[in-house]
């Protein structure tokens, strides 16, 4: 059938989205050989993972790590032939606390015995009330409901009682959720403990990352989709009126029996539903906004702060530098560091032209590096909030009021509209290990509602 000049093709499920989520229920699929096409708007697959080679090094300007916890994407790695480099963690870890700085060799900053007891008390309080509730739906009980009218903020300002304490906390949660933490709600963050496990896991979720770099892998998944992934084709629109769904993107246009959109939620404000998504799906959609992250990546002749019993490891709650991780490549001679920049401070940095942005972060380099940190081989960034098919990162957390009142539509599906996507996962939300997860729950929900089909 042709509409106006383009021909209409056919399939059962049409995939919106080739990161992580979109191929797993892509290969999925394939495996339980249901007729699909995955309809990618970008011209690459991996969406929130990109990696390109400089220097002769794989570069990650995208996802990177992970935990010896996330068992699915350690899977995939045995799978695809790939293989995990422990991060460099031998030597001091540099802390900036409010302008004050330490270095320390134990995973801990140095502290009074009060100060460590209030932080391992908040540690329990988090985990405590993370279990008080189930992933799959936290909306459902009244103890999550109270939770999130509330901030992380004023949580953490209920329990604790020393400034360090507070310092210790927001230094690290800052950099995981890219927000302030008076702009997330505390079921927010104690879903995400709740998936990940423990808050401990949360905060070593950088122990891990591929040698080969997360490109690869993607790339390995998408090679195994031969024809199958439709690639600069946007989804403008889909209409579900009818007993088929019609996917439309700038050039195609395609009929299928049922869709997953596995695209950040923000992303799908953008696409015209037709009759419209139910009010509070949609409203969810619009409360939906990924924070802001910038990722710089320095390359160095060598790891020279090695030389001085660094291990390369940053975190600050001042100045652009949230965080830095030593990745440099093993048995290779380069000297590699990780910049991650995150909430105002990526938003600040956005505005400035790409020099200026180097130039502000090679200073604060130097401020905890010392001046070789000036003689840099190459620089390559990534500015998220500025991609068009992401518009930030790491993934979208809610401000109070949001999950209680909303959060049960993200996951459940609309007509033959069914979700994915890592902000839709129940085990590690928001993380890599989160988009796998979701994108297996969304294959099998698809195989069994074509299966009821089938029957009726
Ligand atoms: C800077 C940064 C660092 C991170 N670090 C880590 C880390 O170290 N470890 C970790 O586990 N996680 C990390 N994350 C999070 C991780 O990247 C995500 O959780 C995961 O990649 C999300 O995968 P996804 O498939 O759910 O979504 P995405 O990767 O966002 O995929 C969605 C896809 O949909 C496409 N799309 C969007 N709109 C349309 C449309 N209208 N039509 C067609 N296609 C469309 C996009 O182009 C994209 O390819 C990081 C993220 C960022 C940004």
Same mark, same amino acid.
């Given at each position: 059938?042709?509409?106006?000049?383009?021909?209409?093709?056919?399939?059962?499920?049409?995939?919106?989205?080739?990161?992580?989520?979109?191929?797993?229920?892509?290969i999925?699929?394939k495996?339980?050989?249901?007729?699909?096409?995955?309809?990618?708007?970008?011209?690459?697959?991996?969406?929130?993972?990109?990696?390109?080679?400089k220097?002769?090094?794989?570069?990650?300007?995208?996802?990177?790590?992970?935990?010896?916890?996330?068992?699915?994407?350690?899977?995939?790695?045995?799978?695809?032939?790939?293989?995990?480099?422990?991060?460099?963690?031998?030597?001091?870890?540099?802390?900036?606390?409010?302008g004050?700085?330490?270095?320390?060799?134990?995973?801990?900053?140095?502290?009074?015995?009060?100060?460590?007891?209030?932080?391992?008390?908040?540690?329990?309080?988090?985990?405590?009330?993370?279990?008080?509730?189930e992933?799959?739906?936290?909306?459902?009980?009244?103890?999550?409901?109270?939770?999130?009218?509330?901030?992380?903020?004023?949580?953490?300002?209920?329990?604790?009682?020393?400034?360090?304490?507070?310092?210790?906390?927001?230094?690290?949660?800052?950099?995981?959720?890219?927000?302030?933490?008076?702009?997330?709600?505390?079921?927010?963050?104690l879903?995400?403990?709740?998936?990940?496990?423990?808050?401990?896991?949360?905060?070593?979720?950088?122990?891990?990352?591929?040698?080969?770099?997360?490109?690869?892998?993607?790339?390995?998944?998408?090679?195994?989709?031969?024809?199958?992934?439709?690639?600069?084709?946007?989804?403008?629109?889909?209409?579900?009126?009818?007993?088929?769904?019609?996917?439309?993107?700038?050039?195609?246009?395609?009929?299928?029996?049922?869709?997953?959109?596995?695209?950040?939620?923000?992303?799908?404000?953008?696409?015209?539903?037709?009759?419209?998504?139910?009010?509070?799906?949609?409203?969810?959609?619009?409360?939906?906004?990924?924070?802001?992250?910038?990722?710089?990546?320095?390359?160095?002749?060598?790891?020279?702060?090695?030389?001085?019993?660094?291990?390369?490891?940053?975190?600050?709650?001042?100045?652009?530098?949230?965080?830095?991780?030593d990745?440099?490549?093993?048995?290779?001679?380069?000297?590699?560091?990780?910049?991650?920049?995150?909430?105002?401070?990526?938003?600040?940095?956005?505005?400035?032209?790409?020099?200026?942005?180097?130039?502000?972060?090679?200073?604060?380099l130097?401020?905890?590096?010392?001046?070789?940190?000036?003689?840099?081989?190459?620089?390559?960034?990534?500015?998220?909030? /500025?991609? +068009? !098919?992401?518009?930030?990162?790491? @993934? $979208?957390?809610f =401000?109070?009021?949001?999950?209680?009142?909303?959060? &049960?539509?993200?996951?459940?599906p609309?007509?033959?509209?069914?979700?994915?996507?890592?902000?839709? /996962?129940? +085990? !590690?939300?928001?993380?890599?290990? @989160? $988009?796998?997860? =979701?994108?297996?729950?969304v294959?099998?929900?698809? &195989?069994?509602?074509?299966?009821?089909e089938?029957?009726?």
């Amino acid at each position: 059938m042709k509409v106006g000049m383009v021909a209409m093709k056919e399939t059962d499920v049409v995939i919106i989205g080739a990161g992580l989520a979109g191929l797993t229920a892509a290969i999925e699929l394939k495996k339980k050989k249901v007729p699909f096409v995955v309809l990618e708007a970008r011209n690459r697959a991996g969406g929130r993972v990109y990696s390109l080679q400089k220097e002769d090094i794989q570069v990650d300007l995208g996802a990177q790590w992970i935990s010896p916890h996330h068992k699915r994407m350690k899977k995939l790695l045995r799978k695809y032939d790939l293989h995990l480099v422990s991060t460099y963690r031998q030597g001091k870890t540099i802390y900036n606390f409010d302008g004050i700085i330490q270095q320390n060799t134990s995973p801990w900053p140095n502290m009074s015995v009060v100060e460590r007891l209030d932080i391992w008390k908040m540690k329990k309080v988090l985990n405590d009330k993370s279990k008080s509730f189930e992933a799959k739906a936290p909306w459902e009980f009244k103890i999550a409901q109270e939770l999130d009218k509330i901030t992380v903020e004023q949580l953490i300002n209920h329990h604790m009682y020393t400034s360090f304490g507070k310092s210790f906390y927001q230094l690290m949660l800052e950099e995981a959720l890219c927000s302030k933490l008076f702009e997330v709600s505390a079921l927010d963050l104690l879903w995400c403990i709740r998936a990940a496990g423990s808050v401990e896991r949360l905060l070593t979720a950088e122990d891990l990352w591929i040698k080969e770099g997360v490109g690869t892998l993607v790339e390995k998944m998408a090679r195994s989709l031969p024809g199958q992934i439709e690639y600069e084709q946007p989804v403008t629109s889909i209409n579900s009126e009818f007993k088929e769904t019609i996917i439309t993107t700038s050039k195609q246009i395609w009929k299928a029996k049922k869709v997953i959109l596995a695209l950040p939620p923000n992303l799908l404000t953008h696409i015209k539903f037709i009759p419209i998504l139910p009010v509070t799906r949609a409203q969810l959609n619009e409360r939906a906004g990924l924070p802001s992250v910038m990722k710089m990546v320095f390359i160095f002749n060598k790891p020279f702060w090695r030389d001085v019993g660094l291990n390369g490891n940053v975190y600050s709650n001042e100045g652009p530098i949230k965080l830095t991780v030593d990745t440099s490549p093993p048995l290779k001679n380069k000297g590699v560091l990780t910049v991650l920049i995150t909430g105002e401070s990526a938003r600040l940095l956005s505005e400035k032209t790409i020099e200026q942005r180097k130039q502000t972060i090679i200073e604060n380099l130097v401020h905890y590096f010392g001046e070789k940190a000036e003689d840099t081989l190459n620089i390559i960034e990534k500015d998220w909030s /500025a991609e +068009e !098919w992401t518009r930030g990162g790491y @993934g $979208a957390h809610f =401000s109070p009021g949001v999950l209680s009142q909303f959060g &049960v539509t993200l996951s459940k599906p609309v007509g033959p509209l069914h979700w994915a996507g890592t902000e839709t /996962a129940t +085990e !590690w939300r928001m993380y890599m290990e @989160g $988009a796998v997860q =979701s994108g297996e729950r969304v294959a099998e929900e698809i &195989v069994q509602a074509l299966k009821h089909e089938c029957k009726v």
